[in-house]
Every structure is written in structure tokens, then in C-alpha cells.
């Protein structure tokens, strides 16, 4: 009973905080370096969020038998602006080719968006 109780609690939670629209996300560019893969975006708020966005970015690369990636998460104000930030290596280096990036985005108080924004292809 307090299980099914604390379940519509964070249901109702959840749809009350989560934005109408989602952030919009566009990758510029991704450059590996030796931390990791640097990345280069721009974001766009949907209409009527204030404050800033949280924003995780995931990079993943099949390397013969193992996987490459890399991975980061950054809070900004809402903005235009072209941003970048470090996504820290998981070990294995990347090679040059394509690799995914899974974001997953949310502008305001709550971050509860669990599917990913977007995933794009990336070419190193």
C-alpha cells in the first residue's frame, strides 16, 4: 500500500516538473583528446523555462572487441550560446570513425527525463 502511495506521489511530481517541450540540442563538434572527447554544442530552452538546463551526453564506440566511451554531465543557464565541455574517457581510446552520442536533457527544476534527447552520429 505505502509502495502504490509513493508511486502516484512521484508520478504526479514528475509530470508537474517535467518542461512541455524538450530542450533542443545540436552537437558542432567532438575532437578526442587525452582526457576523454571534447565537445561543442548549442542549446535552445523551450519557450517559458527559466534558470538553467541539466545536460548528460554519452559517447560510445565499437573498437573491435571492446567499447569505447565517454561520458559527461553539465548544468548551464538557458541559453543560445555555443557551449563545450570534457566527456571523461572510460578507458578505451576511441579510433577514428563514427561513434553515437546519447543526450538526455531537461530545462528547469525537474530532471527527470530518463529517455535519451536525442542520438546522433559523431565521425572522429
Known amino acids: ?12 511530481a514528475v509530470a508537474a516538473a517535467a518542461p512541455a517541450e524538450p ?34 551526453v554519452s559517447i560510445a564506440q565499437r573498437t573491435g572487441a571492446h567499447v569505447a566511451t565517454a561520458t559527461g554531465t553539465i548544468r548551464r543557464p538557458c541559453g543560445r550560446r555555443s557551449h563545450s565541455m570534457v ?5 578505451v581510446s576511441f579510433r577514428p570513425g563514427v561513434a553515437y552520442a546519447q543526450v538526455w536533457g531537461c530545462a528547469g527544476a525537474g ?4 529517455d535519451p534527447l536525442v542520438v546522433v552520429p559523431v565521425r572522429f
Open 1 to 12: 500500500m505505502l509502495h502504490a502511495v509513493l508511486v502516484a506521489c512521484l508520478s504526479a
Open 23 to 56: 530542450l533542443d540540442f545540436q552537437l558542432d563538434s567532438a575532437t578526442v583528446t587525452g582526457q576523454g572527447v571534447a565537445v561543442r554544442y548549442t542549446t535552445t530552452c523551450p519557450p517559458g523555462a527559466a534558470g538553467s538546463y541539466g545536460l548528460g
Open 87 to 91: 566527456l571523461t574517457n572510460g578507458g
Open 111 to 114: 530532471c527527470f527525463q530518463v
